[in-house]
């Protein structure tokens, strides 16, 4: 009996340190940056491994700062874990940083001036100018903002000097796309957001399966331009499809990690499921059923 309790305290220990380790993984936006690299994994079949730890780590730093001036609006879990572990934190952060400047100077001068509108803008995002309100403030601004500025690092930055239709429908593929997964995150936030933000939900919260329908329609066109009837068209289509359905299943009843983890997991999938289906198409069919079954009972 008493060696039992003691596994049983070890393991609920042993449990409580992987929740705290996760939690952190979400929180100091290392997920968030798992997920832009994939998203580039997925549109740069020529790769730049030094430009994907750029693209990794100023993901990180940037989401950061953002989340470090804004600190009042967070929620309080998050408020505690970085009191919490404030200086496992700035180490990580610093670490991270020095990552980044490395990086950055070891590209080439013109991607690092190509990079400098998007500098600007991610610092416009949160900082006030004299009387001008941060771009944040704005909820349908700060959608686009979101989506331009993934799109720029994910498909413009890497591909901007042979840039070409196919180039410009890409950017506008991943821009709806970051859009539309964006707004399922400001579905979950519409009970604590300001009412005069006007985000999506907030303008039409009675027609968001319309809005839904709407960005759905927008992907599958811009998908079948690029791929038409391909095997990359119906992996695209699948991920536009499921991301579609569980940005739109978001609500203020869902847990934190639903949108947090799940929703934001939605471009590693992708890539995944690209990697894995060039090895073997015939498990597309397979994969996508999965998935949608789990989408439709998942409860988090």
């Known amino acids: 009996m008493l060696i039992s309790y003691f596994c049983m305290v070890k393991i609920k220990h042993l449990k409580d340190f992987f929740k705290h380790i996760f939690d952190l993984y979400i929180i100091l936006n290392i997920h968030v940056a798992l997920a832009v690299t994939a998203l580039y994994l997925v549109f740069n079949l020529q790769r730049d491994m030094v430009y994907m730890i750029f693209l990794f780590t100023s993901t990180i730093v940037s989401y950061n700062l953002i989340r470090l001036i804004s600190f009042g609006s967070n929620r309080f879990f998050i408020k505690k874990y970085y009191a919490r572990y404030k200086r496992v934190i700035i180490w990580f952060l610093v670490t991270t940083g020095l990552s980044m400047l490395i990086s950055f100077f070891k590209l080439d001068l013109t991607t690092q001036i190509a990079l400098i509108p998007l500098f600007i803008i991610t610092f416009m995002y949160n900082f006030d100018y004299k009387n001008l309100p941060k771009f944040r403030d704005n909820g349908i601004l700060k959608i686009l903002i979101v989506g331009f500025v993934w799109a720029g690092l994910v498909i413009l930055i890497p591909q901007f000097q042979s840039i070409d239709q196919t180039i410009i429908l890409r950017i506008l593929l991943v821009f709806f796309y970051i859009v539309m997964l964006t707004?399922?995150?400001?579905?979950?936030?519409?009970?604590?957001?300001?009412?005069?933000l006007k985000t999506l939900?907030?303008?039409?919260?009675?027609?968001?399966?319309?809005?839904?329908?709407?960005f759905f329609i927008i992907?599958?066109?811009?998908?079948?331009?690029?791929?038409q009837t391909t095997n990359?068209?119906?992996i695209n289509e699948s991920i536009i499809f499921l991301s579609s359905l569980m940005s739109y299943r978001s609500n203020t009843e869902k847990s934190f990690y639903y949108t947090a983890f799940w929703l934001e997991a939605m471009p590693f999938f992708w890539f995944l499921l690209t990697f894995i289906t060039k090895?073997?198409?015939?498990?597309?069919?397979?994969?996508?059923?999965?998935?949608?079954?789990?989408?439709?009972?998942v409860q988090v």
């Not at 992907?219 to 791929?227: A, G």
């Not at 198409?281 to 009972?297: A, E, W």
Request: glycine content about 4%.
């Open 201 to 214: 939900p907030q303008l039409f919260p009675n027609r968001m399966f319309l809005v839904y329908l709407i």
């Open 279 to 297: 090895k073997n198409p015939t498990v597309i069919s397979g994969i996508f059923f999965i998935k949608f079954l789990f989408v439709r009972t």
């Open 183 to 196: 707004t399922g995150f400001d579905k979950r936030d519409i009970l604590i957001d300001r009412s005069n």
């Open 219 to 227: 992907l599958s066109v811009l998908n079948f331009l690029l791929y």
């Open 232 to 234: 990359t068209f119906w």
